[in-house]
């Protein structure tokens, strides 16, 4: 498995892209398109990818505005909480669960709180979070109930995956569980 990590600069959010190499496989999957670069295409054409999936952690305008250009080019399965996310191309995800896609084992978890279709997925040892956790804060929320819901939330879902756990998040630099731990003062035990 390889990981490569595109920014958006019109909202600064970022986009990952996994891909398994093995040589039986090649298949690619997105997470959160933002937009579309010569990066992200280059990386899928020059390597001989597969697009398999487009994982999506919310519904939010600069974690999906891509998703209608890439639907043009490709022909991935979407996953999203949300079916508004794309329509009837959505297999939307409840609660929490596994898929494969990719020849990879994707764990989702549902993180409501910033927006009620928060997904966070896992691949290996990363964690693709959205806007649920960044480094040092939590996502924004519309009221006190909802931080209160996304704090314990994170507690139960990501804080307890092991400390090496990577975290990459929709905007902002990679951290690790460990340091949110730490010094993630938004997460209230």
Known sequence: MKLYFDLSFDDFTNCYIVVNDDPSVMEAIIIDPG???PKMIDIIERGKYKLTAVLITHNHTSHVKALSTLMKIYSPRIYAADYEVAG???TVLQGDGEITTAGLKVQ???VPGH???SMVFKIGTTMFTGDTIT???IGETASSYSKKLLSSK???KIF???DETVIMPGHGPPTTVASEKQY???VKP
């Open 35 to 37: 937009i579309v670069t």
């Open 88 to 90: 009837k191309q959505v």
């Open 108 to 110: 989702y978890y549902s």
């Open 115 to 117: 927006t009620s279709d």
């Open 135 to 137: 480094s040092g804060i």
């Open 154 to 156: 994170i507690q139960e």
């Open 160 to 162: 307890s995956q092991t």
């Open 184 to 186: 993630n003062l938004d």
